[in-house]
């Protein structure tokens, strides 16, 4: 009896339907480089892989569902909504709840994400969302005016959302934006990173987590980076008012992140003031920021974490070493008044931003033609026109119309010369180089141009065929002028160049300073 009775009970279990799981997707976009004429950004790529780590730690996300992309162009991203599509699809299929997570931080407008030279305009990335198949699409968007995404629904602090029904029942599409629709978002090197991402990072971890039930909600991260956000952002240019629309039924207990797992934590119970920010030494990045007089716990991964107390003229700083399993308490004794340039992080932030600065290199391969003028005496029987080679080194910064560059030649070819005594010859004519040019360039566009300054070193040779006559050679310092004009699109580019040199010593037996031109087409790749 008691065997048939188990027989039974199992076979009942295995007619119930099997109980829904749930599959996250996100999809991490960050781009430090906008249209030709955005300045560039210096942490957007590094905010995108802080939040795609954030989420794999504490997300409950999968690494083979997590798609980081930094400085990608709209084609890249479209493929990976593409990629993810099917892999939802079948999810939902065998009764998978899904959610989908998008997080974009670079450079926008009202109407469009910008990725590189390339756009997503915010009704593509709605459709992208929409098209997903999945049952909760979650964005969060760190872009200036990225709060012209949102509708008329959205666009204050938001309600107390006491929603109640459980998240698997949830369906729809949230948006939070960095921004108002007339906004710019900024970033900061005091930060690390964007002000949005720096504020909705450190809610994740645990400092918007209101109840303390160990999760981060959607409208518990809103609310702490709302607020947060216009404080921290108060005595800049411009406050910032993130935005939010959530067009979503059941939503209150959908959680971005739960922290109960966390291997490691920082605990702050309350009895400190003013504000303080966690430096990751292992990664090194900020990971939140938090006011001490409120008691609540960061998760953190285990490693090495300096906190710092910002005051005018210095940083009270405390190091913690967290292990695994390990929970470290903040204590006022534990914390040491140093200068603003010893603590952890400024080493590292200011070779960001030295880094950001520096002028960007183009290495560029030319070829084309150098000689004189086709009727003139130089042409006819001195040297004849022939083919070049080369590589140029050109900087400049991406903010500025000013370049410099570098570059070496070297060519040569068949012709024939015209003697009064000797008749027609054949030779072989060869030509060096090597040059520094400087100028000014068009705004940065799909198509430029660009004009400069140039001195040049440069020598000529020819060797007759027959071998009855020695080869000759003549070295020059030239000055000259170089133009280009060229399509440039993202990191490569292509043009035609065209230099005038003028020998300055002479060549001829008359002494005269003949002029020279040589003709390129360039192909370049910007670092």
Known sequence: MPRALLVLIVVLLAALPARAG???????????FGR??????IFASADARKMHDLFLQFGHLAPQDAYLLQNESRRAVEGTFTQIHKRIVDARNTGDHTTLLFYYSGHGTEDALHLGPTE????????LLEDSGADVRIAMLDACQ?????????GTRGPAFAFKVSAVEARGTAFLTSSAASELSQESAEVGGGFFTHYLHSALLGAGDANRDGEVTLPEAYQFVYGETVFGTQNTERTQTPRFDFDLVGAGSIALTQLEDATAKLNLLGDLSGTYSVWDASRRRYVAEVDGSHALQLAVRPGTYYVHKRLPGWVDEARYDVRRGEVRT??????TSVPYEQTASRGELEKQVRRSRLPALSVRGLVGTRGFGPKSEMNASYIPRHGVVGAEFRFHHPASITWWSFDLMAGGGP??????????????AQSWST?????????????????????????????????????QRSFSISPGVRGWLGLHHQRLSVELVNDLGLMATGFTRDGKRPV???????VGYRF
Do not use: W
Request: net charge negative.
């Open 435 to 471: 040059a520094l040019t400087g100028g000014i360039a068009t705004e940065p566009r799909l198509f430029r141009a660009g004009v400069g300054g140039r001195a040049e070193l440069i020598g000529f040779g020819r060797t007759f065929v027959d071998g009855d006559i020695p080869t």
């Open 146 to 154: 990225s709060g012209a995404v949102v509708r008329n629904k959205g």
């Open 516 to 522: 020279y031109s040589t003709f390129l087409f360039s």
């Open 330 to 335: 903040l204590a006022l004794e534990d914390f």
């Open 22 to 32: 749930e599959l996250r997707v996100g999809i991490f976009v960050g781009n430090d």
């Open 120 to 127: 997503l305009t915010h009704d593509a990335l709605r459709n």
């Open 36 to 41: 030709p004429s955005d300045q560039p950004l």
């Open 415 to 428: 012709g024939t010369l015209t003697f009064a005594e000797l008749g027609t010859r054949e030779v072989i």
